[in-house]
Each structure stands twice: as structure tokens, then as C-alpha cells.
């Protein structure tokens, strides 16, 4: 007898199938989070902002963070920021298989941070495959990134814009590309 709910199964790494007794869960808190969104989208304030933002991801967000909207996000009680983060315009997180930032993270106008996937096998495509990303202090994500599930993101490493992150990397250094690779050593 299973004693998780499909939360805890995602955030533990569990494949869960599109037929799931709970798959429906999903979708219904995506809509609540929505209707979140929605309020933090519209308003010029910081501290409401911020507010938003700290019940949907049911975390306190700490005042030294600043997040300009719109912000789009399907869950968000599996994202953990830290302090001194910034995050710029039109970022895109998709975070059921967990998403952490650690303090003094810069990410750029429209990064992605897409903690889920699909299997490549036709029939079990509308399965969901989550794995965390977690982005280490003083990374840099660039402009129109896009990190995808498993991956972490080393210490002071920098995302250039417009890569395709599939693999993890590693502290102090710059990647690039699709797929990103390392260009130098910083």
C-alpha cells in the first residue's frame, strides 16, 4: 500500500504514469497556482511580489529577492529559493520534480528550468519524468537558457544565453551551446 501522495512520489524521482489514481492532483494544483500567478503578475509592488510568490512555493521568500513578472510556474511548493536571488522577466519554472536556487543566483529574462520530462517511448509518452535541478550559489543562468531535469548547476558557473543545459555542470566554469558544453574555466 502506497503511503506517499503524488507529490512526495514526484519530488522522490518516481516516473508517474498519465493513468495514476492521483494524476489528477496535478493538474488541480496547477490551477491554484495559476490563479496565484495571475495576482503576482499583476502587480508592480516587490513586496507583494515577493508575498505571492512565498505562498506558492509555501516557503518564506526572503525580502533581499527580486522577481520581475510575469513569472510562470505549474506548482511551485517544489521550488526552494534562497537569498539574493534575482530573477528577470518571462522565466518559466516547471518544478514538480523540484527546483532549488541558492543564494546570490542571477537568472536571466526567459530561462527555463524544466524539472520534468517525458519517456521517449510513443506509448508511455504522457508519462511524467521528474528529476530536481538545483542551481548553486553565484550561478548565472543567461538569457533564454534552458536547464533540464537532473541537472545541477555549479558554484559561480555561468549558463551562456540561449544554451540547452542537459548535463550537469561543473563549479567556476562558463558553458555554452546546445547541448552546452564548457568553454572556459573561470
Given at each position: 500500500m502506497?503511503t506517499?501522495n503524488i507529490?512526495?512520489r514526484?519530488?522522490a524521482?518516481?516516473?508517474?504514469?498519465?493513468?495514476?489514481?492521483?494524476?489528477?492532483k496535478?493538474?488541480?494544483?496547477?490551477?491554484?497556482?495559476?490563479a496565484?500567478?495571475?495576482?503576482?503578475n499583476?502587480t508592480a509592488n516587490?513586496g507583494?511580489?515577493?508575498?505571492?510568490?512565498s505562498?506558492?512555493?509555501?516557503t518564506?521568500?526572503?525580502e533581499?529577492?527580486?522577481?520581475?513578472?510575469?513569472?510562470?510556474?505549474?506548482?511551485g511548493?517544489?521550488?526552494?529559493?534562497?537569498?539574493n536571488v534575482?530573477?528577470?522577466?518571462?522565466?518559466?519554472?516547471?518544478d514538480?520534480?523540484?527546483?532549488t536556487?541558492d543564494?546570490?543566483?542571477?537568472?536571466a529574462p526567459?530561462?527555463?528550468l524544466?524539472?520534468e520530462?517525458?519517456?521517449?517511448?510513443?506509448?508511455?509518452?504522457?508519462s511524467l519524468?521528474?528529476k530536481?535541478?538545483?542551481i548553486k550559489?553565484?550561478?548565472?543562468?543567461?538569457?533564454?537558457?534552458?536547464?533540464?531535469?537532473?541537472?545541477?548547476?555549479g558554484?559561480n558557473a555561468?549558463v551562456?544565453a540561449g544554451?540547452?543545459?542537459?548535463?550537469?555542470?561543473?563549479?567556476?566554469?562558463?558553458?555554452g551551446?546546445?547541448?552546452?558544453?564548457?568553454?572556459k574555466?573561470?
Amino acid at each position: 500500500m502506497r503511503t506517499s501522495n503524488i507529490f512526495e512520489r514526484l519530488l522522490a524521482g518516481e516516473t508517474i504514469s498519465s493513468n495514476d489514481a492521483e494524476a489528477y492532483k496535478m493538474r488541480e494544483a496547477s490551477f491554484a497556482t495559476k490563479a496565484l500567478l495571475l495576482k503576482m503578475n499583476n502587480t508592480a509592488n516587490p513586496g507583494e511580489v515577493r508575498n505571492f510568490l512565498s505562498q506558492i512555493t509555501a516557503t518564506k521568500i526572503h525580502e533581499s529577492v527580486t522577481v520581475f513578472t510575469p513569472f510562470h510556474i505549474n506548482y511551485g511548493k517544489h521550488t526552494k529559493i534562497g537569498k539574493n536571488v534575482f530573477i528577470n522577466f518571462d522565466c518559466v519554472f516547471l518544478d514538480l520534480g523540484g527546483i532549488t536556487i541558492d543564494d546570490n543566483v542571477l537568472i536571466a529574462p526567459k530561462v527555463s528550468l524544466l524539472s520534468e520530462g517525458h519517456p521517449i517511448n510513443a506509448n508511455e509518452r504522457h508519462s511524467l519524468i521528474p528529476k530536481r535541478i538545483h542551481i548553486k550559489k553565484n550561478a548565472w543562468i543567461g538569457a533564454n537558457a534552458t536547464i533540464l531535469q537532473g541537472v545541477t548547476i555549479g558554484e559561480n558557473a555561468i549558463v551562456a544565453a540561449g544554451s540547452v543545459v542537459s548535463k550537469d555542470v561543473p563549479n567556476n566554469v562558463i558553458v555554452g551551446g546546445i547541448p552546452a558544453k564548457i568553454i572556459k574555466e573561470i
